[in-house]
C-alpha cells in the first residue's frame, strides 16, 4: 500500500522560506511523475507544482512560479518543495501525491504565513 508522510511545514513571516518534504514508500516511486498540491481552508485542493520522474520536465501554477522550487532525489523515494518570499495566501496544507493522484493521501504539512 502507497505511503505519504509530508513535513517540513511551520509558521513563518511573510518574506520567509520553507522545504516541504515528502518520503513515498510502498510503490516503485521513481517511476513516476509526482506533485505538490496544496489547500487552503475553504477552498479545492490545488496543483501547484509537478516532477516527471527523471525531473526533467517541471511545471508550476502562476502564484508561485518564480517563489516555489520542486525537486525530488528517487534513491531516497523523496519529493522536495523549497518555497521561497512566502506569502500570507500560501497559507494552506500541502500535500504531495502521483500525477495522476492515487487514491490515497498522506495527513500533509500545514504551512502557515502570518506576521
Known amino acids: 500500500q502507497v505511503q505519504l508522510v509530508e513535513s517540513g511545514g511551520g509558521l513563518v513571516q511573510p518574506g520567509g522560506s520553507l522545504r516541504l518534504s515528502c518520503v513515498v514508500s510502498?510503490?516503485?516511486?521513481?517511476?513516476?511523475?509526482m506533485g505538490w498540491h496544496r489547500q487552503a481552508p475553504g477552498k479545492q485542493r490545488e496543483l501547484v507544482a509537478s516532477?516527471?520522474?527523471?525531473?526533467?520536465?517541471?511545471k508550476y501554477v502562476d502564484s508561485v512560479k518564480g517563489r516555489f522550487t520542486i525537486s525530488r532525489d528517487n534513491a531516497k523515494n523523496t519529493v522536495y518543495l523549497q518555497m521561497n518570499s512566502l506569502k500570507l495566501e500560501d497559507t494552506a496544507v500541502y500535500y504531495c501525491?502521483?500525477?495522476?493522484?492515487?487514491?490515497?493521501w498522506g495527513q500533509g504539512t500545514q504551512v502557515t504565513v502570518s506576521s
Open positions: 501525491n502521483r500525477i495522476p493522484n492515487w487514491e490515497y
Open positions: 510502498g510503490t516503485f516511486f521513481s517511476i513516476y511523475t
Open positions: 516532477i516527471t520522474n527523471g525531473g526533467r520536465t517541471i
